[in-house]
């Protein structure tokens, strides 16, 4: 039997509510980066409508502060630019070059590179360059951590977590208990669990709001805070799917945040902040291993 001209139309009128619902998303998702787009080639002195977005993302990654006014190039963007080439291994031209805002575009952890004004990324590579060996994995100010008497954390999925996360974060927690002295059980919510995981969107009340999808994945907080969150407008899979972004890859490093890893600006580690999407990046190496070692003083 034919269908009737009703439901036809309520077919259509379904879609068509569908349809505006996710525009807003998809159209942020198109348009997230789009001023770095505008802005490639520009270097100091220039003033051209983006550069003050380039402010604003640089300063949410501690990289300029207090600084978001204008679309002038001025010194401070060029220092921070130079800066942000350092710690990523880039030329360190102070320019918005091709490889700089390729970078940029990249999605990533939202947790800042350079906190209160600290970063030892730098540190670690001016001392790379001066040839001696050291580490390249970072911690945060003050190197918090959990103590000797937490070492087995529990760990809970507030409301709102999908189903498809909850294997990808237990295998990831995994990891890490496979290279620590740390355990992980996982919890009811209403237990004062130690860790928490829950999927977010844009401002969520942390002081660290999301963009939408693309950019900021997701982030987590240094010991003994123990909050993960992801963003809920990434599109999240298991595995490597076009456009997506693997749930156990990025669980894997912001669990390491949660035990007290800052990041590392060497790419083959978990805690290299940048992630592209279709990647699958779930294994410690050794810098990462090295670096929880020498926090934690395991043997």
Not at 226 to 249: C, I, K, P, T
Request: proline share 4%.
């Amino acid at each position: 039997m034919a269908p009737s001209k009703a439901s036809t139309l309520s077919l259509f009128t379904i879609t068509t509510l569908l349809l505006l619902l996710l525009l807003p998303l998809l159209s942020h998702a198109a348009s997230s980066f789009k001023y770095l787009n505008q802005v490639k080639g520009c270097r100091k002195g220039d003033n051209v409508q983006g550069i003050l977005d380039v402010k604003k993302h640089l300063e949410k990654f501690g990289y300029l502060s207090g600084h978001s006014q204008n679309d002038d190039f001025d010194d401070q963007l060029e220092l921070a630019i130079k800066t942000y080439q350092i710690n990523y291994n880039l030329e360190a031209t102070g320019r918005l070059d091709v490889k700089t805002v390729s970078h940029m575009m990249i999605p990533r952890c939202g947790v800042p590179d350079i906190i209160n004004g600290i970063t030892s990324m730098i540190s670690r590579k001016i001392q790379h360059h001066e040839g001696l060996t050291v580490s390249q994995y970072s911690f945060f100010s003050g190197n918090p951590k959990w103590p000797s008497s937490k070492y087995r954390l529990t760990y809970a999925f507030l409301q709102g977590t999908p189903n498809q996360a909850k294997d990808p974060v237990k295998r990831a927690f995994q990891s890490w208990a496979n290279n620590t002295q740390f355990t992980f059980s996982q919890v009811e919510a209403y237990e004062t669990p130690d860790l928490t995981i829950s999927f977010q969107r844009l401002d969520h009340g942390d002081g660290y709001p999301f963009d939408g999808r693309g950019g900021v994945t997701a982030h987590a907080f240094s010991p003994t805070d123990g909050r993960f969150h992801y963003d809920a407008d990434e599109m999240w899979v298991v595995g490597s799917v076009n456009g997506g972004m693997d749930l156990q890859s990025i669980a894997v490093h912001e669990i390491g945040h949660l035990l007290g890893l800052n990041h590392s600006f060497v790419e083959e580690a978990i805690m290299y902040p940048f992630l592209n999407t279709a990647t699958v990046k779930r294994n410690l190496k050794p810098d990462d291993i090295q670096g929880i070692k020498n926090l934690y003083n395991i043997k």
